[in-house]
Each structure stands twice: as structure tokens, then as C-alpha cells.
């Protein structure tokens, strides 16, 4: 069992979509959750709610959650298991008033109790996490401009989050309240793919030649992209003509 618990904005919706590509490929060596996938989604969505609002009742949520979903698996497939959600670490910084990833050792610490409970012991589960060695604030502020109607520049978004861009320092924590369970790294920059990273681990790398690799995907636009973008989310524009122009802005088309 290897689960990628992040970090948003390194890489993780690449590998899911690679991943998803090519499942008919992969279904016969590895046994997938990814993102979209419903018992996926269950999984990660008490961990966002915690980062949000850390009480008991949403750690309670992520220990039952897990624990259904390991018991849920079966004990006779020799398939390795590969959980991706960056959602595992948390929401979003800059998101729900969250500013870095503190709740993500707790909620990951809760996630391995729940395996203890169903397997009896803590061998066999493996955390990995992608990380990002520069650009990451951009980043993150690029997908919420672009989503999220954003309206704080980039350099305020880059003095009030700086300590969450340490995802190294975050790994260190969550290395530290899992231990003995194994919690292996990469950045984006010193791979060649994040999907050929978990493939790798997962000792599946030979596969690698068959895959169909899609673009990367939620890639920057470029500044002028983010500058026009952040002067329509402050803009008075409501609604449809609203939408409409930030689907011009970035390149999609129309709906019918």
C-alpha cells in the first residue's frame, strides 16, 4: 500500500491523469485510487474538512473513513494498492483560511491508525509525497486566480504563505509521526515525470515505455494571463459575462 498524499501544486494531478490514461495498462500490476474516484474521495474529504476546522469530530471522521476504506480491500489481491489525493494532506493554502500543512501529520497519523486497526500492525503502508523546490507559491496562487476568483496579488500571496512553501520541513513532521512506516519524497524538478516517481516505488518502472503520457497539466498561463485574470475576479462582473470572459482569458471554449 503506497499512499501519494501530496502536496498540492508538485506535479500530483500529472501523475493522476497519466495514471487514468492508462488504467486498462495498469490494472493488472497495480490496484489504483486516484483523485476522481469515489472510495478516493470519501477518503480525502474528512482530511480537507480537519485542515479547515481541527476538532474531534473531523479526526474522528478521517479515522473511520480510512478504516472503512482499508477494510473494504481485498486481502487476496497480490496487487500492490496506489492511493493519490493531495486532498490527504489538507485543502488548498490560501484556502478556508488555511496557511500551511500542520494538519497534515495528524491527519496522516490517523489514516495509519486506521490501517493498524485493520491489518494489525503498521507493515506494509508507505507514504510518498511530491514536493517543489521553487515556484511553488506562484503556483498555487496561478490555480486559485484562475479558479477561485483570487484578488490578492502574488507578492502579498507570497508574504503571507512563505512558511508553507517549506514542503520539506512539512515531510520531516509527517516522517516523524508516522514513524516506522517508510515516507519517501521527490521534487518535481529532479524527476523526469511524477508518474514515472510512483512507478518507480512501486517497482513498475518497465511499464513505463507502454504509457500514453498526456501534457501536464494546470501549467501558468504566463504573467500578463495572471495579471488580466486577477483584474476581472476584482472587476464587478457577475454571472455569465463573467465566466465568459475568463474562459476567453484562459483559451477554453465556450459551453453550449
Known amino acids: 500500500m503506497i499512499i501519494h498524499a501530496g502536496f498540492h501544486k508538485t506535479g500530483t494531478t500529472t ?5 487514468e490514461l492508462n488504467r486498462a495498462a495498469l490494472d493488472e500490476h497495480v490496484e489504483l485510487y486516484l483523485r476522481y474516484d469515489f472510495r478516493t474521495r ?3 474529504r474528512p482530511v480537507r474538512r480537519f485542515a479547515a476546522a481541527r476538532n474531534k469530530s473531523a479526526k474522528d471522521a478521517i479515522l473511520d473513513e480510512a478504516l472503512l476504506f482499508f477494510a473494504g480491500l481485498d486481502d487476496n489481491d497480490p496487487r500492490p494498492v496506489f492511493i493519490s489525493h493531495e486532498n490527504l494532506s489538507g ?3 490560501g484556502k478556508d483560511r488555511v496557511a500551511n500543512y500542520a494538519a ?3 491527519a496522516i497519523g490517523l489514516i495509519q491508525e486506521a490501517w493498524r486497526r485493520v491489518t494489525g500492525g503498521t507493515e506494509g503502508l508507505e ?4 514536493t517543489r523546490k521553487t515556484g511553488w507559491i506562484a503556483s498555487c496562487h496561478w490555480q486559485r486566480v484562475r479558479q477561485d476568483r483570487e484578488t490578492r496579488d502574488l507578492a ?3 508574504r503571507q504563505y512563505a512558511e508553507a512553501a517549506d514542503l ?14 517508510p515516507v519517501h519524497r521527490f521534487a518535481i524538478e529532479e524527476v523526469a515525470h511524477p508518474a514515472l516517481a510512483a512507478l518507480d516505488l512501486l517497482g513498475l518502472s518497465e511499464l513505463w515505455p507502454m504509457l500514453d503520457i498526456p501534457d501536464n497539466q494546470n501549467t501558468t498561463l504566463g504573467e500578463d494571463v495572471r495579471a488580466r485574470l486577477l483584474a476581472l475576479n476584482r472587476s464587478s462582473l457577475q454571472g455569465a459575462e463573467f465566466h465568459t470572459r475568463r474562459r476567453a482569458l ?7
Open 42 to 44: 470519501l477518503l480525502a
Open 156 to 158: 502579498t500571496y507570497e
Open 104 to 106: 497534515a501529520p495528524i
Open 15 to 19: 501523475l493522476q491523469k497519466t495514471f
Open 168 to 181: 520539506d520541513h512539512a515531510v520531516d513532521q509527517i516522517r516523524d509521526a508516522v514513524a516506522p512506516s
Open 91 to 93: 485543502t488548498f493554502i
Open 127 to 130: 507514504l510518498l509525497y511530491s
Open 250 to 256: 484562459l483559451g477554453l471554449s465556450q459551453p453550449d
